[in-house]
């Protein structure tokens, strides 16, 4: 494949992230991209359900092509991407880094993962575990329209 500038991705064609970022993808990468959130939101639909939360990232980059350190997000609470049925698509990262995923479609909110693994939080894992949790009810309570099945 040929090597494209940065500039040219951003204005011209869906772009890629991380190591694919100077290819040319061989298909329209924002049409995957939302048949793919379609299709969970189709199942969804189908078994009640008014939220998905989505930590491991093969489902994460599967619903929204986040593709930045999967190999590091694979083996640490890291990302994770929740899915509401009626509403947004919040991808929480490690970092406050949206870049990371800007020009991705299917990406509504950029938040920071709070670190609740003894690895990024240390003593302070419980804290940190209670601020994600109420994070997370916060979003069903304003998306899921009364439905709490997570």
């Known amino acids: 494949m040929p090597l494209t500038s940065v500039q040219e ?11 694919m970022e100077f290819s040319t993808a061989p298909v329209d990468l924002d049409t995957v991209r939302r048949y793919r959130l379609q299709r969970l939101r189709t199942k969804m639909e189908e078994l ?4 998905l939360l989505l930590f491991n990232q093969i489902n994460t980059r599967y619903a929204v092509d ?3 350190m999967q190999v590091w997000c694979s083996h640490y609470e890291s990302r994770c991407v929740f899915v ?3 509403g947004p698509v919040v991808l929480f990262d490690y970092a406050n880094h949206p870049y ?5 479609p299917t990406i509504d909110e ?3 993962l709070p670190a609740f693994s003894f690895f990024g ?3 302070r894992c419980h804290d940190f575990v ?3 949790a109420a994070q997370i009810e916060d979003l069903m309570k304003i998306h899921g329209g009364g439905n709490r099945r997570l």
């Open 9 to 19: 991705i951003k204005t011209g064609r869906a772009i890629q992230h991380g190591a």
């Open 48 to 51: 009640d359900v008014s939220g």
């Open 66 to 68: 986040a593709t930045n």
């Open 84 to 86: 509401a049925l009626d």
């Open 100 to 104: 990371l995923s800007e020009g991705i």
């Open 110 to 112: 950029y938040r920071v």
């Open 121 to 123: 939080a240390g003593g």
């Open 130 to 132: 209670k601020e994600f």
